[in-house]
Each structure stands twice: as structure tokens, then as C-alpha cells.
């Protein structure tokens, strides 16, 4: 089983392909000949006639299939308050994921700063973690010969990825070689896998925010965290949110649901490209990187949500449905929505309001489970659980970062206050009378060389006595001066400690 056909620009026909045949086989659509005559351009040198031409903000050629109508611009002040927010945000990322997701969720539904976005996605989708964990691990596969059987089949759909962006509109050129060498090396990664063709344009998609080896793990990042499963033997996954797509309608939209039930559509469909391509292939480019920026922080709700704000929508009312009497007046109206509902200030906020949570996905998801067992057995291919969002993928992967614990321990002066203790400080007298009982039950005579006490402070914030600091009291008995350095050493030491620890607390 197999995907439709890659489309031409950001704004391709939605919907369409109903999968059939094999799953490395896309069935070309209207303007593959056009896409075919483009791409065989060679080189990017060889492209230099379409340098001339104008390229809107996201590399797209101007006057493209789908090239993007009027835009709704941010204010450029109003985008430097967001890049100072988001910049302080990557900087302090695990502070800000422990302590203020909320805030972090607020920012990706307002829309990542264009200028951070590649860097964002990666934090949020674990990429870089993944990275960290894994150095030269992509390389060793870059260099690595891979399956004939698969790099034929990505060889062949690499000019079908958006070949009106100026990444991919050479045959041959480095946007083209780049996701060859992404789609390759996940194919040697997950080799039980192999490769499925609606993997090309979401590395299509990372490779236009970020360098091969970070789309390489965001990729990895998508299909074992965020869509586990979509793009194994079978697609059993995708099937059975087929299903839970159409139980989720018949709340968001019962018209829509009673109208494709009495039409008899599978929801496989419809909702084939839309799920597996995030909506690469059919949304409006600014709509696209919208929904990502939200799909990468909460996971895929907002896959889900974005499907049924479609549907009920194209679907929703009797005028709608006037005009989709049967099964192919219905399938057509879904392959081109309407550009209203796909616009992206509307489409945002529609998803935003839309009352879809992860725990009615995954409540749905164990019904036709069941449901899925009863009637063809077990599942053949048992991928990893599904994690909801950025959050989720920390807490199950905790990457490298610094402890947030305080030290362990920290040697103080006697007379110098205790950080975050609620023991209050021994009276010098107590403290004296408490060294003479130390003195005699030891058996020391010479009282002259008592050690005298100091503090330390635990990381719990107790106080207890040590006997290993010179006091201030004996050192002005028998003042020595090649001690007194060590001594506002020790001090100042002291000092740094406290800051730290207060540091911490702050952290915490």
C-alpha cells in the first residue's frame, strides 16, 4: 500500500490519493510532466535562468503552481520581541520545559520566528538530543552503502519534492543530494523499515530549516516518537487513525460524519496524505509551517485537529453538501478545499479552539484497537508507543544537561549565615561549651590546642560542627600570617558557594 503522488509547490491538490499497489509506488499526478520537464534542468548552475526570477520568503518561485497569494506580514517589531523571547527561551531550554511548557505551547500556536524556526524544532522534537547522543553516528551511515532496492526507489522520487523551491528545482542539485543522503541513511537506520515515500517530503520540509544531519534526526524524531509506525509494512498505523479520525467527526461535525457514512468513503481516502505528509502537500505554505511549529510542541492532536477542521468545514452543512451527491463529488470536494478555510490566521485559530485532547485519541485509539483485533487479529507490525508533543518525548528521553540539584556539600565560617536553613546558628557560649565536653571526652590536656568549631552546611540545609577549620578565635591567639591567605581563601571560597547554591535554588 502505497501514498499518492508528490505534488508540485506548497499549495498541491489535497486529499486525493487513495493508497493502492505497492507502498515505494506513487501514482503521478496531473502535472508530474511539468514537474519532470523542470527538474531535468542539472546542476544549479544549469539554473540560473530561474535565478532571474522572483522567489517569495520561503525559496518558492513566484508564479509557481500554488505560490502563495497575499500574506499576512508580522510586524517587524513584533517579530524582534518574539526572537528575543525565543532566543532566551533555547538558551534556557530544559528551565523553560520544566518549569513554563505552557508558555512555550502559547509561542508555538503565535508561530515560531522564521530565523528560529529550524533550531526550535529540533529542540522540541528531541533532535538535538538525539544528535548529541549519537555523534558521527550520521555520517558513519552517509558513507555507508545502502539497500540497492531502496536508493533506486528514492532516486526516482527526489525531482517529485516540491520542485518549484529552489532547494529542489535541479536535478542533481544540493537540495536534491541532501535528501538522498537523509532518506539513505534512514533507510540503513531503521533497515526492518526501509523507506516509505511520504517520508521524502517531511525531510523535504526539515531540510529547508536545518542541515542534513539535523533533519536526519528529526526525521528519526517524527517516525518513532511523533508517528510511530506510520511508515511500516502494512501502514496499520495509519489505518487505525483513519478510524479514530472518523469517531472523533461524528462529535466535531455530526453532519459530515453522517454524510460520509451514507457515502460509504473510507476514511483512508481522504485522510492518507493529509496524516502522513503533516499536511505538507496540502495546505498553504504559511498554513504548513504553522501547523508544524504546533505539531512539534504538542504532538499529534494537532494533526488531528487540523483534519477535522477540514472536514467540517468542506463537509459541515447542507449548502456544502448540495453539491456532493455521491462518492466522487464528495472526494472532489475534499481534493480542493476551499482556500478561506486553509488560510492560516483562520485555520490556526480553528485548530486552536477545536476541543480535541490527547486523552480522547488515545481512548479512541484502544477502541478501534479492539475493535481492529476482533476483526483481523493481532497487529503484524508493533511499533513503539505514540508520545504527545515536546513534553512527553523529554520526560521519556531526558537528554544531557545540567543537574538540578545543589551540591552536596558547603564548608562555611562559624559566623557567616546559613543559606536556606531553618536551624537557627548556635551562641558562640554553647558552641564553646559544647567543644570543652568534645575536649574531655577525647582525653586532650592541652586545651591550648582545642580545635574549635565550624559549620557546615549539607545540601539539605542542616547544620552541623566540624572540626577541621581554624577559628577566627584561636587565629587571633596565635596570629600567623603565612595562614591568613588559606583563611580568605577558605573564605571567599565560601562565598562562591553560597552563590551557587543560591543559583540553584533560583534554577529549581
Known sequence: MAKSSGENGPRAPAAGGSLSGTRESLAQGPDAATADELSSLGSDSEANGFAERRIDKFGFIVGSQGAEGALEEVPLEVLRQR???WLDMLNNWDKWMAKKHKKIRLRCQKGIPP?????????LSGGKVKLQQNPGKFDELDTSPGDPKW???IERDLHRQFPFHEMFVSRGGHGQQDLFRVLKAYTLYRPEEGYCQAQAPIAAVLLMHMPAEQAFWCLVQICEKYLPGYYSEKLEAIQLDGEILFSLLQKVSPVAHKHLSRQKIDPLLYMTEWFMCAFARTLPWSSVLRVWDMFFCEGVKIIFRVGLVLLKHALGSAEKLKACQGQYETIEQLRSLSPKIMQEAFLVQEVVELPVTERQIEREHLIQLRRWQETRGELQCRSPPRLHGAKAILDAEPGPRLALQPSPSIRLPPDAPLPASKAKPKPPKQVQKEQQKQTKASGQLDKSLAPSQATVVTAAGDAHLSQDVPSKDLASQNPAPQ???????????SQESLTSQESEDTYL
Request: proline residues 4%; charged residues 25%; hydrophobic residues 30%.
Open 83 to 85: 526572537e528575543s523571547k
Open 115 to 123: 530565523s528560529l524556526r529550524g533550531r526550535a524544532w529540533q529542540y
Open 151 to 153: 536508493l533506486d526507489v
Open 483 to 493: 595562614d591568613s591567605a588559606p583563611q580568605n581563601l577558605a573564605h571567599h571560597r
